[in-house]
């Protein structure tokens, strides 16, 4: 991460955030369903605010209530702040690894309160704790940068720093999301949509909404979806509260 900006966290939250009619709005994070967390990003703790955001999204005058998670790290935006919105499956999105694996772990493990789904994961998997949100989140952060390397290598690890170290319940949680992410019986899916927003500064990120709801809410778009910006392609966004590192 280049530059430090302080957020407070009552004030200033990263969500993820391409222009359509509809429009996202980052309404807050469920308590019952994440904590702040230390994490090794690129080499230096850092602390985020990891777990379920809850957002608006307004979609032909009506407006839906949903429960989403952050692609990955390294873009901000603001809490409470309208985005222009288009809603995409994860194979429309370039630029992203494993996309589909995490929609498939978010419909499995992130279960809506609007309908009734089906997982092939245990009761016990489902995030309904501060430290599984955390944990579902840190491992999608680790799959999408990393490929699912693990939390001792790559961009996203855990802290060992005194003081600053990651909650080793949350690490236990994202070891097992992971896990189960990349096993066997994880098969890639569409069913997680991905929001793909634009600031007011013209910045494409994203955030990953699951499982479907079954609310009449916009569906993804039907023709294939492609991102193109400056540079390294798709950068998405997080959820985090970032503090200045000296």
Not at 83 to 96: F, I, M, Q
Not at 177 to 190: D, K, T
Request: proline share 7%; net charge negative.
């Amino acid at each position: 991460m280049s530059s430090r900006i302080p957020i407070f966290v009552s004030m200033l939250l990263a969500v993820c955030g391409l222009v359509s009619a509809d429009t996202i709005s980052a309404t807050g994070v469920d308590p019952n369903r994440s904590e702040t967390i230390w994490i090794n990003e690129k080499g230096a703790p850092t602390q985020a605010i990891a777990g379920v955001i809850l957002i608006d999204l307004t979609s032909g005058g009506k407006t839906y209530d949903r429960d989403t998670l952050c692609v990955d790290l390294f873009v901000n935006i603001y809490l409470g702040q309208t985005y222009n919105t288009a809603v995409l499956t994860p194979a429309e999105v370039s630029g992203k690894n494993d996309l589909g694996i995490v929609s498939w772990l978010i419909d499995n493990a992130l279960l809506p309160t609007q309908s009734s789904f089906s997982s092939v994961l245990p009761r016990a998997d489902w995030v309904t704790t501060p430290a599984q949100g955390a944990g579902l989140q840190l491992a999608i952060w680790d799959l999408v940068e990393d490929n699912g390397d693990g939390f001792s290598h790559g961009s996203v690890q855990a802290s060992t720093t005194p003081g600053s170290s990651t909650d080793p319940s949350v690490l236990a949680w994202a070891n097992t999301y992971e896990a189960l992410a990349l096993g066997p019986q994880a098969q890639p899916s569409n069913l997680a949509f991905v929001y793909a927003n634009t600031g007011s500064n013209g910045t494409a990120v994203q955030m990953l909404e699951g499982p479907q709801f079954q609310d009449g809410g916009p569906q993804p778009a039907p023709e294939p979806f492609t991102f193109a910006l400056t540079g390294a392609g798709l950068i998405a966004v997080c959820l985090i509260l970032r503090k200045r590192i000296r």
